[in-house]
């Protein structure tokens, strides 16, 4: 079983905004692969299907970012899915907007919602997929920023990211995160 756990915040407010690339990296996940995502429970929308002989999950928290551990942790033990089979997609403003990075380990980097994964797990050590958003400009509160929406000359880049990012997550399902790792940073 494979569980891919996409980061957001629920409801129409944050629809399309920066700290919900893992919310539409889901949603295109689940449009390319035919999974509906129609199962509400865990404190998350969910939807599964098999892929390849392979059990796959895509899980949306509905927990707000900063509580995003209180969805997944229950959902990794519900379905006892072993944390080597999760892989979490959030944004990163330490890259570059288009720009992914996949890692198998590493710290929040100042995220509220892996710093709540990494509490709920008791470990560092799961697979990710960093999506860039870059880094405000003009002193623009970083809050402000991650809830707001893209500006025009960034929407391209941000449309390739997302396919970008799922075509690493289907290459996921049937190959060693490893190997994913290098094909696509």
Known sequence: MKLIVGLGNPGEKYS??????????IDHCASELNIELNQTKFKGVFGSA?????KVFLLKPLTYMNLSGESVRPFLDYFQIDIED?????????LPVGKIRLRQKGSAGGHNGIKSLIQHFGTQEFNRIRVGIDRPK????????VL???????????HQSIITSGKAIEAWITTPFLEVMNKFN
């Not at 999760?86 to 330490?94: G, S």
């Open 16 to 25: 399309g905004t920066r700290h919900n690339i893992g919310f539409d990296i």
């Open 50 to 54: 098999v892929i390849n002989g392979e």
């Open 86 to 94: 999760l892989v979490v997609v959030y944004d990163d403003l330490d």
């Open 138 to 145: 003009n002193g623009e509160p970083i809050v402000n920023y």
């Open 148 to 158: 707001g929406r893209y500006h025009p000359e960034e929407k391209e880049s941000v």
